[in-house]
């Protein structure tokens, strides 16, 4: 009986090619997307702190005002608790590369209106003496000189596509107190300790102190970068080791101005990196999820049909245990085919995903092998999530008698009194409210997630349209030193300016009983910084949301506005190291802008704290339709004249471009994520209405032998499908406000851009078009097979 059995089989399948082959590439496609995502994720977990570690990350940077030579240093070396220490210098520059910007700056600048042309973009330099023994936040060569040569630079690999330069071109250098010099390219490196170079929209060179000094800048190395033994456990500990450091050095006569403690050896993007790879484990789970109702969808309907069958077997003898591992073997052998089909398929995916992957964030991906348990996972959704799920209908088709089995006909009406007022392919579709559940949940959960995408893809997108709500300006001059406020008027003589603001700040941070300035801030000097602004009280260029109490006015001598992100409340004494002064201010105000940091006091209430008049940031407001480089360009000689030195110059496009492109990974992987899920979703319901119409063959003869036409079948079928997509969307429209909430709360604390919630039309229409659309066409061939049917093909079917 068992031979005969497997001739069956081998015979249904043969008869059946369409069918099982629909049962196959379902399978796979699940298959290929669950391999693709979880081995990516996989190996990226454990690629991203690898990649960072790798660089021999500080955990502390001491800066001491007075320089760090050879025998300071060596001195460090030797302290029991120092693994390793580098000095090192890093100092803001502008280069100027004669290449349009790229498409991306451009993009954006041409949102705001603005021309750039071939205009300087700020460039960070990191400067000291031995590159080639560089114990802490080391870089690798990837290509030309190393280390770099006297007169020439080695550029970040990143920084190539941000700046529209090459390897060997020859770019203007200006520091704040050099004059424009060329500079070669000289070689390519690759520092796994920074963020990436689009993300930040700056450029990251490396020179030797002797190029640094024909760059016009004085050769002097300030930050000490130091690694601790035993390694600090927590970033308290790392703090506490610094600061006794800080101590013993100052007790030397070598005075420490700033300990920087970043997050202990964590990158500064991991908490976006974190929250990636989250987003993949939970879309890897709902694609093994969606597998299992897709391999439900299609065998459940199969095996229906094989009802009667199995009577027929079970009168000739067959046992019940020999005919459910007849149809066990079938529904495996299904399943080792889709995955022989998906293994190296997804294998191929995963690693191209982590090669993208690790290019975008600029990651170094030493060992990108899957780990073997990936692959067991994939099988044993291949094979056992299949078996599983079929064990079921399985065993209830092969314990029933034989004459219950001869009596079963098929599909059968369970709502055979839907509503009439219902249009018949609705009715049609409640017949089997089984194989709907499962059909619309495939679409349900593809929607949610497509919606979901959407919705918060467009959230930042609105939260960084309020860019230019809360900032009125152009470009900002930043400088090294205080610069005479009054300059501000010669600039907004200049035509085609609109306004002037002159603005101070300093580096804060919350003030420590031995006077000690203890921030978060990383060696880049971007991320984790926190600063305090000495604004106009009736500045017209920067209008704050205020989410509690007031803005500054004329007079105000110790209110500070706080962003929101601090954690303050109001009235609330705040006691802040300015620059290294301690000053108490009262908080009188709480606002959430963009960027989510940073404090505010008056103008004049800060040059009294701090001891120190003048402006160290000219805010610049362009008349319309003036032309940035021009006005940048003459801008840059008043303030030259003025014997201002300019540390950098940041268009608002570019911190506008910034602050978007830190989001741009997570959005458009989520979106195209859900696309796969949307699609599984869609060839779940193909699947469902093949097998639909296999089952209701006979049926369709009666409707033809009764006088309905080719066309009128056709219909019925897509419109069946068509009634089961916009059920499903229905649904998802419900789901899809829950879902977005948590995932906005989910992105907010995971240190994402708190984002505006939103429930995007856009994304509710277009699911509907696409669900609607999707359903007919995933109903074209099963409905095209119905509409072809003769009368004799159809009812000789059994």
Not at 138 to 160: D, F
Not at 598 to 627: I, M
């Amino acid at each position: 009986m068992a031979s005969l059995g497997w001739r069956k089989l081998r015979g249904d399948l043969a008869a059946a090619r369409g069918r099982v082959a629909l049962m196959v590439g379902a399978l796979a496609v699940s298959l290929i997307a669950l391999g693709t995502v979880l081995g990516a994720r996989t190996v990226l977990v454990r690629g991203i702190a690898a990649s960072y570690l790798s660089s021999h990350p500080a955990d502390a940077t001491l800066e001491l005002p007075g320089g760090i030579d050879g025998a300071l240093l060596a001195e460090v070396r030797a302290r029991p608790e120092v693994e390793a220490a580098d000095a090192r210098e890093v100092v803001m520059a502008r280069v100027a590369t004669g290449r349009p910007a790229p498409a991306m700056l451009r993009a954006h600048l041409d949102a705001m209106g603005m021309t750039r042309g071939d205009d300087t973009r700020p460039l960070q330099l990191f400067i000291e003496d031995d590159f080639a023994a560089r114990h802490v936040n080391v870089v690798r060569r990837e290509s030309g000189a190393w280390p770099p040569p006297t007169g020439a630079m080695l550029l970040e690999r990143t920084a190539l596509a941000t700046l529209g330069a090459r390897e060997g071109d020859t770019v203007t250098v200006t520091t704040p107190h050099g004059a424009p010099q060329a500079i070669a390219i000289a070689g390519v490196v690759h520092d796994t300790a920074l963020a990436p170079a689009w993300q930040e929209h700056k450029g990251y060179a490396y020179i030797t102190r002797a190029t640094l000094a024909a760059l016009g800048e004085p050769p002097v190395l300030h930050d000490l970068y130091v690694r601790f033994q035993p390694a600090p456990a927590t970033q308290a500990d790392a703090e506490a080791t610094s600061t006794a450091l800080a101590s013993w050095l100052t007790a030397r006569g070598h005075a420490v101005r700033q300990v920087r403690v970043p997050a202990l050896r964590r990158h500064p993007h991991e908490g976006q990196m974190r929250t990636a790879q989250l987003a993949l484990l939970v879309f890897s789970v709902l694609l093994l999820v969606l597998s299992a109702i897709l391999v439900a969808t299609l065998l459940g309907a199969l095996l229906a049909r094989q009802v009667r069958e199995i009577g027929v077997m079970k009168a000739l003898g067959a046992r019940t245990g020999q005919l459910a591992a007849l149809y066990a073997g079938l529904v495996a052998l299904l399943g080792t085919v889709a995955l022989a089909v998906a293994a190296p398929l997804a294998y191929l995916g995963a690693r191209a995903f982590i090669a993208g992957i690790g290019s975008v964030m600029n990651l170094a991906i030493d060992d990108p092998a899957i780990p073997p348990w990936v692959f067991a996972v994939q099988a044993a959704a291949g094979l056992g999530v299949p078996l599983a799920i079929a064990a079921v209908p399985i065993l209830r088709a092969c314990r029933l008698s034989v004459h219950a089995a001869l009596a079963q006909h098929g599909a059968r009406e369970v709502v055979r009194a839907a509503p009439r007022w219902l249009p018949l392919a609705a009715r049609n579709a409640l017949r089997t409210p089984v194989r709907l559940a499962l059909a619309t949940g495939l679409l349900v959960a593809g929607g949610v997630m497509a919606m979901t995408a959407f919705n918060v893809k467009r959230a930042y997108e609105r939260n960084l349209e309020r860019m230019p709500a809360m900032w009125h300006y152009d470009v900002d001059f930043w400088l090294t030193e205080p610069a005479p406020a009054a300059l501000g008027d010669e600039l907004a003589r200049i035509p085609g300016v609109s306004r002037v603001e002159p603005w101070a700040y300093a580096s804060a941070a919350w003030a420590r009983r031995d006077g000690l300035e203890v921030v978060h801030t990383y060696p880049d000097q971007g991320h984790g910084s926190f600063r305090v602004y000495g604004a106009p009280p009736a500045t017209t260029l920067a209008t704050l949301p205020l989410v509690a109490g007031r803005w500054l006015v004329p007079g105000d001598s110790d209110a500070i506005v706080m962003a929101q992100a601090r954690g303050v409340a109001l009235g609330q004494r705040v006691t802040l190291s300015l620059d290294g002064v301690a000053t108490t201010w009262t908080v009188v105000g709480v606002v959430d802008p963009l960027p989510p940091s940073g404090a505010f006091v008056t103008d004049a209430a800060f040059a009294r704290a701090v001891h120190v008049d003048g402006a160290r940031l000219f805010r610049v407001a362009f008349a319309p339709g003036a032309s940035s480089s021009q006005l940048t360009a003459a801008l840059l000689g008043v303030l030259a004249r003025g014997g201002a030195r300019v540390e950098t110059i940041e268009p608002f496009s570019l911190l506008d471009a910034a602050l978007d492109d830190h989001v741009l990974v997570l959005t458009r992987a989520a979106v195209v994520l859900s696309a796969i899920m949307a699609l599984v979703g869609l060839l779940g319901l193909g699947a469902a209405m093949g097998i639909s119409v296999l089952e209701r063959t006979r049926e369709i003869g009666v409707l033809k032998a009764i006088g309905a036409g080719a066309g009128r079948v056709f219909r019925l079928i897509v419109g069946e499908a068509v009634a089961i997509g916009l059920a499903s969307w229905l649904v998802a429209t419900a789901l899809v406000v829950p879902a977005t909430y948590a995932l906005d709360r989910f992105l907010g604390a995971q240190g994402f851009l708190g984002a505006t919630f939103v429930i995007s039309p856009v994304a509710l229409a277009g699911w509907l078009v696409a669900v609607v659309a999707g359903s007919a066409a995933a109903s074209f061939l099963p409905a095209r097979r119905a509409a072809r049917l003769t009368v004799r093909e159809a009812l000789a079917e059994t």
